[in-house]
C-alpha cells in the first residue's frame, strides 16, 4: 500500500494533491469545529501547574482532586509535574508542543510525500484540541512516531527504548510499545527500555508513593467517560479487545505494519477514549520499503522516488514495522 501511496504521490499532479489534501482538510476541520466546545485553552497546562504546585509545596500531587471533574485531575506520572515549574511557562511549553507536531508532520510527509498529509489533515482537529488544552500529547506522540526509527537507525541502540521509556513517563499507555521490541525478539531493547525507565523513576521516587496510592484508592484515576472506549461498552469487552489488540501487534510487529498494530492497541486499551485520542495515530507513519539507514534518519535527505516496477528493493531487508 505504503508504494502505491508513493507512485501516486509521483504521478499526481501538485493541483490534484492539493484538491485532495484540501477535501480530507475540509472533513478535518468539521470534527475540529464540532471538538470546539470542549476545548478550553490551557486547561491541561493548569493542571499540570496545580500538581507541580502541590508536589513542589511538599504535598500529594494527587490529592484535593475530587472537586474538579475527571477532565482536570493529574493522573500521570510525577515526572511532569516536576518539570512544569520550568517547561511550563506558556512560551516554552507551546513552543515544545507546537516543534513537536511540526516534527511528527514532516515524519508522515517524508515518508509518503503528498500521500502523508493525508491523515494529518483529516486528524487536524485532534491536533488543534491537544495543542490548545496545552496538553503533552503531541510530545508523546512525536516520541512514539521516532521509537521504531531510532531503534533499527544507526544512532545509538538506545534512542528508541529511550524516546519509549521518555513517552511512558508522560502518559502510561506507551509501555505498551514494548509488544513491538517483544515481537521482534528485541530482548536488549527492552533492557534498555527498562534501564531507562529505572534512571527516569529514581528522581520521581518520593512522589511514587502517592501515584500508586492514587491509582489504588481513587476510582477516578481510571473513571470511564462516554465515549469510543471499549471499556465505557463493558469491562469485559474492554479486556477482550486490549488482548486481542495485543497480540494482533505482536504477531505483526515484524512486519511493515508493526508499528500500526501497535498505535492502534495503545488506542484500544485507554479507559477514557474521546476524538481528541485520535491523534495518537500520528504516532504511526507507515515506512516505505527502503533500509534501515534511510528509514531511520529523519534529518537526512528525502529518499530517492521509487524506481521501475521490475527493480527490487536496495538495502538490507529489515524494515520498519
Given at each position: 500500500m505504503?508504494?502505491?501511496l508513493?507512485?501516486?504521490?509521483?504521478?499526481?499532479?501538485p493541483?490534484?494533491?492539493a484538491?485532495?489534501?484540501?477535501?480530507?482538510?475540509?472533513?478535518g476541520?468539521?470534527?475540529?469545529?464540532?471538538l470546539?466546545?470542549?476545548?478550553?485553552?490551557g486547561q491541561?497546562?493548569?493542571?499540570?501547574?496545580?500538581?507541580?504546585?502541590?508536589l513542589w509545596?511538599g504535598?500529594?500531587p494527587?490529592?484535593?482532586?475530587?472537586d474538579l471533574?475527571?477532565?482536570?485531575?493529574?493522573?500521570?506520572?510525577p515526572l511532569?509535574?516536576m518539570?512544569?515549574p520550568v517547561?511550563?511557562?506558556?512560551?516554552?511549553w507551546?513552543g515544545?508542543l507546537?516543534?513537536a507536531?511540526?516534527?511528527?508532520?514532516w515524519?508522515?510527509?517524508r515518508?509518503?510525500?503528498?500521500?502523508?498529509?493525508?491523515?494529518?489533515?483529516?486528524?487536524?482537529?485532534?491536533q488543534?484540541?491537544?495543542?490548545?488544552?496545552?496538553n503533552?500529547?503531541a510530545?508523546?506522540v512525536?516520541?512514539?512516531?521516532?521509537?521504531?526509527l531510532?531503534?533499527?537507525?544507526?544512532?545509538?541502540?538506545?534512542?528508541?527504548?529511550?524516546?519509549l521509556?521518555?513517552a511512558?513517563m508522560?502518559k502510561?499507555?506507551?509501555?505498551?510499545?514494548?509488544?513491538?521490541f517483544?515481537?521482534?525478539?528485541d530482548?536488549?531493547?527492552?533492557?534498555?527500555?527498562?534501564l531507562?525507565?529505572?534512571v527516569?523513576l529514581?528522581?520521581?521516587?518520593?512522589?511514587?508513593?502517592d501515584f500508586?496510592?492514587y491509582?489504588?484508592?481513587d476510582?477516578?484515576?481510571?473513571a470511564?467517560?462516554?465515549?469510543?472506549?471499549?471499556?465505557?461498552?463493558?469491562?469485559?469487552?474492554?479486556?477482550?479487545?486490549?488482548?486481542?489488540?495485543?497480540?494482533?501487534?505482536?504477531?505483526?510487529?515484524?512486519?511493515?505494519y508493526g508499528?500500526?498494530?501497535?498505535?492502534?492497541?495503545?488506542?484500544?486499551?485507554?479507559?477514557?477514549?474521546?476524538?481528541?485520542?485520535?491523534?495518537?495515530l500520528?504516532?504511526?507513519?507507515?515506512p516505505?520499503?527502503r533500509?534501515?539507514?534511510q528509514a531511520?534518519?529523519?534529518?537526512?535527505d528525502?529518499?530517492?522516488a521509487?524506481?521501475?516496477?521490475?527493480?527490487?528493493?536496495?538495502?538490507?531487508?529489515t524494515t520498519l514495522g
Amino acid at each position: 500500500m505504503q508504494q502505491a501511496l508513493r507512485t501516486l504521490s509521483v504521478r499526481r499532479s501538485p493541483a490534484a494533491w492539493a484538491i485532495l489534501i484540501g477535501l480530507y482538510l475540509a472533513v478535518g476541520v468539521a470534527i475540529a469545529v464540532y471538538l470546539a466546545p470542549t476545548t478550553v485553552i490551557g486547561q491541561d497546562l493548569a493542571t499540570y501547574q496545580r500538581a507541580a504546585d502541590r508536589l513542589w509545596s511538599g504535598q500529594d500531587p494527587y490529592a484535593g482532586q475530587s472537586d474538579l471533574g475527571q477532565d482536570y485531575q493529574y493522573r500521570y506520572p510525577p515526572l511532569l509535574a516536576m518539570v512544569i515549574p520550568v517547561l511550563g511557562i506558556p512560551p516554552i511549553w507551546y513552543g515544545l508542543l507546537a516543534a513537536a507536531t511540526v516534527a511528527t508532520l514532516w515524519l508522515w510527509y517524508r515518508t509518503a510525500g503528498p500521500a502523508g498529509l493525508l491523515v494529518p489533515a483529516l486528524l487536524v482537529g485532534p491536533q488543534a484540541q491537544q495543542l490548545l488544552n496545552g496538553n503533552s500529547q503531541a510530545l508523546v506522540v512525536y516520541l512514539l512516531a521516532v521509537t521504531p526509527l531510532l531503534a533499527l537507525g544507526r544512532g545509538p541502540s538506545w534512542g528508541g527504548p529511550a524516546a519509549l521509556a521518555l513517552a511512558t513517563m508522560l502518559k502510561l499507555h506507551p509501555v505498551i510499545g514494548l509488544v513491538w521490541f517483544a515481537g521482534r525478539r528485541d530482548g536488549r531493547a527492552i533492557g534498555l527500555y527498562l534501564l531507562a525507565c529505572g534512571v527516569l523513576l529514581v528522581p520521581q521516587v518520593p512522589w511514587l508513593d502517592d501515584f500508586v496510592r492514587y491509582y489504588l484508592a481513587d476510582s477516578a484515576a481510571v473513571a470511564t467517560i462516554p465515549g469510543m472506549s471499549l471499556r465505557a461498552i463493558h469491562p469485559v469487552v474492554w479486556v477482550a479487545g486490549t488482548v486481542v489488540a495485543l497480540v494482533v501487534a505482536w504477531r505483526l510487529a515484524d512486519g511493515r505494519y508493526g508499528w500500526v498494530a501497535v498505535t492502534v492497541a495503545q488506542l484500544l486499551a485507554l479507559p477514557r477514549v474521546l476524538l481528541v485520542n485520535l491523534a495518537l495515530l500520528l504516532a504511526a507513519p507507515l515506512p516505505p520499503r527502503r533500509s534501515v539507514r534511510q528509514a531511520s534518519d529523519p534529518a537526512g535527505d528525502p529518499p530517492p522516488a521509487p524506481g521501475p516496477a521490475t527493480s527490487s528493493s536496495p538495502g538490507p531487508s529489515t524494515t520498519l514495522g
